[in-house]
């Protein structure tokens, strides 16, 4: 086998490991996916408590049934304009796990979509931009009937300093 083969071989695998369900939303026409083992609910807009000194994605925290949860607004870490908040506008609360940090935090979204069953022979790996363009928190490219689909992995969004920072904000 060549090395070549041998790492397609490889490709193959680890893309074959990310099908199963994904939990999809829109920022803006783009359409993004997200594990559902990480979703935990999605929940209506609501009043967020803004916190001084964080970052502009940083929308506050907010109160989920006692607990406090930051909430971070996924069209601003993306580097996107701001959005006015509609009636389909949500928060998804997930789960997201860097080194030995764990963190419940909610990401503002668009609209949400639906949950789709994402085999392995629709995903794609996800394309290499160069050094410039950070694209480690891109699991794959989902190619479904619709749309293609840019898969994320929650747990890469925010770096490890980012997620004791708001580890600490939400208490």
């Not at 870490?77 to 389909?88: L, P």
């Not at 689909?149 to 939400?170: H, N, P, R, T, V």
């Amino acid at each position: 086998m060549t090395q070549a083969t041998v790492k397609d071989a490889a490709q193959d695998e680890s893309l074959a490991q990310l099908a199963g369900k994904y939990l999809t939303f829109l920022l803006g026409e783009e359409s993004y996916g997200l594990e559902i083992l990480k979703v935990q609910e999605i929940i209506g807009m609501q009043s967020i408590t803004r916190i001084p000194r964080t970052p502009d994605y940083v929308k506050g925290v907010i109160n989920l049934r006692g607990k406090v949860i930051p909430v971070i607004d996924l069209r601003l870490r993306f580097g996107m304009e701001s959005a006015e908040v509609s009636r389909k506008t949500c928060i998804i609360v997930v789960q997201v796990t860097k080194a030995d940090v764990s963190v419940t935090m909610g990401i503002v979204v668009d609209e949400v979509s639906e949950v789709l069953e994402i085999a392995a022979e629709e995903i794609e790996p996800a394309p290499g931009f160069g050094t410039q363009v950070e694209t480690a928190f891109i699991l794959g490219m989902a190619k479904t009937e619709s749309a293609v689909k840019i898969l994320l992995d929650i747990d890469k969004i925010m770096s490890e300093g980012e997620m004791e920072a708001l580890a600490k904000s939400a208490g």
